[in-house]
Nanobody, 127 residues
Framework: QVQLVESGGGLVQAGGSLRVSCAAS????????MGWFRQAPGKEREFVAVISWNGDITDYRDSVKGRFTVSRDNAKNTVYLQMNSLKHEETAVYYC????????????????????WGQGTQVTVST
């Protein structure tokens, strides 16, 4: 059984920074790509960032490029999302997910490629 536990969410002013973390257990974390997604009220869950199994490859949605950074520490079974210059419209529940399937070690933007998800952490950006 895979468990993913996010932490680090909270309330921040627009323009501020926040780092969310995701601790994994129950699977060989270091072999799998890890993704971050978010879901705002009334909206679909959307891709935010992803990192390959060894951290060599990262990918971001266009709107966060240059502001968000995804990283991982395989020794700690943890993936991070550093978020800078946050905007009010980025208020959402942020989820981490571990990629499954044949190409589990490579990044993907597709939600369907991820087979385990955390419970999410709320990020609220005030105006």
């Amino acid at each position: 059984q895979v468990q993913l536990v996010e932490s680090g969410g909270g309330l921040v002013q627009a323009g501020g920074s926040l780092r969310v973390s995701c601790a994994a257990s129950g699977r060989t974390f270091s072999s799998h790509a890890m993704g971050w997604f978010r879901q705002a009220p009334g909206k679909e869950r959307e891709f935010v960032a992803v990192i390959s199994w060894n951290g060599d490859i990262t990918d971001y949605r266009d709107s966060v490029k240059g502001r968000f950074t995804v990283s991982r520490d395989n020794a700690k079974n943890t993936v991070y999302l550093q978020m800078n210059s946050l905007k009010h419209e980025e208020t959402a529940v942020y989820y981490c997910a571990i990629r499954g399937g044949t190409y589990y070690y490579t990044p993907s933007r597709s939600r369907q490629e991820y087979d385990y998800w955390g419970q999410g952490t709320q990020v609220t950006v005030s105006t």
